[in-house]
């Protein structure tokens, strides 16, 4: 069974950056693709980004392209999210989530693992 672990969430004014991290465990995180969703009160999870299982290959929502890059060390079983230019509507939960399949998808069914999320809080 996987487990994922998201850590580096926290409070950041408009425009400052967070580094969101996630560690996997209980099997190689190479063997998996990644991915990053959010969610804000009152609204559905969505889709921000993901990351093929060798990294080579990304996709992201438009909403945070330019601003939020994800990457992963299978060294250390940990995947990331750098984020920057944060702006008061890119707050909300943030959840890791890694998924069986080779292809990159933007669905929340699609992925088979979840972690419990950090929270993401940007003021004006």
């Known amino acids: 069974q996987v487990q994922l672990v998201e850590s580096g969430g926290g409070l950041v004014q408009a425009g400052g950056s967070l580094r969101l991290s996630c560690v996997a465990s209980g099997r190689a995180l190479s063997t998996l693709a990644m991915g990053w969703f959010r969610q804000a009160p009152g609204k559905e999870r969505e889709f921000v980004t993901a990351?093929?299982?060798?990294?080579?290959?990304?996709r992201s929502a438009d909403s945070v392209k330019g601003r939020f890059t994800i990457s992963r060390d299978n060294a250390k079983n940990t995947g990331y999210l750098q984020m920057a230019s944060l702006k008061p509507e890119d707050t909300a939960v943030y959840y890791c989530a890694a998924r069986e399949a080779v292809v990159l998808t933007t669905t929340t069914a699609s992925y088979d693992y979840w972690g419990q999320g950090t929270q993401v809080t940007v003021s004006p």
């Open positions: 990351i093929s299982r060798s990294g080579v290959a990304t």
